[in-house]
T-cell receptor, first 111, second 115 residues
Framework: QKEVEQDPGPLSVPEGAIVSLNCTYS??????FMWYRQYSRKGPELLMY????GNKEDGRFTAQVDKSSKYISLFIRDSQPSDSATYLC???????????FGTGTRLLVSP | GAVVSQHPSWVICKSGTSVKIECRSL??????MFWYRQFPKQSLMLMAT?????????EQGVEKDKFLINHASLTLSTLTVTSAHPEDSSFYIC???????????FGSGTRLTVV
């Protein structure tokens, strides 16, 4: 079993839809949780990071962490074609710097 | 925000030659930098972790003599692919962490093609 599980997709939605992206994990020691967006042939771009459980909102993006269920989510409201990319979840322990990534979910937003 | 500059963005080299990739933190001091390799449609694979002024820590299965990492200053780390072969062709990405941030910043990546 992988430490972090993420559905690879692709996930296809129409423009304006609400998108839900999720990851599950097995290591209860993870404390920092991140979402990255990666366009083809580019490096990942940090979208959101959260420490421990809770919600965090930034514009059209909302990140949720449920440590009791070992489940994290990223919601994208009013999705746009420019949101079409691969979304990677990542997490790490407190004080231990190596990130553990999910496989990434490919999102396609059609006009 | 924090910016990590990676160069070159793409490089083509002949088999048997060496290639150096640079990763610079532009507006912060990076105590730790990470080097990843990414195959098409796959996630990032951590190759090594480098701390300024000390030897890099390589992940299991990564040849340290082939992938030389140098982190001579708090703003620069380099990855040298020595005696490159076609199977080394890949997308290489660096990432940097700085003390107070939990989210790491990535460079734009280098596409290496060995012919």
């Amino acid at each position: 079993q992988k430490e972090v599980e993420q559905d690879p997709g692709p996930l296809s939605v129409p423009e304006g839809a609400i998108v839900s992206l999720n990851c599950t994990y097995s290591n209860s020691a993870f404390q920092y949780f991140m979402w990255y967006r990666q366009y083809s042939r580019k490096g990942p771009e940090l979208l959101m990071y959260t420490y421990s459980s809770g919600n965090k909102e930034d514009g059209r993006f909302t990140a949720q962490v449920d440590k009791s269920s070992k489940y994290i989510s990223l919601f994208i409201r009013d999705s746009q074609p420019s949101d079409s990319a691969t979304y990677l979840c990542a997490m790490r322990n407190t004080g231990f710097q190596k990130l553990v990534f999910g496989t990434g979910t490919r999102l396609l937003v059609s006009p | 925000g924090a910016v990590v500059s990676q160069h070159p963005s793409w490089v083509i080299c002949k088999s048997g030659t060496s290639v150096k990739i640079e990763c610079r933190s532009l507006d912060f001091q990076a105590t730790t930098m990470f080097w990843y390799r990414q195959f098409p449609k796959q996630s990032l694979m951590l190759m090594a972790t480098s701390n300024e002024g000390s030897k890099a820590t390589y992940e299991q299965g990564v040849e340290k003599d082939k992938f030389l990492i140098n982190h001579a200053s708090l703003t620069l780390s380099t990855l040298t692919v020595t005696s490159a072969h076609p199977e080394d062709s890949s997308f290489y990405i660096c990432s940097a962490s700085f003390l107070r941030e939990a989210g790491y910043t990535f460079g734009s990546g280098t596409r290496l093609t060995v012919v």
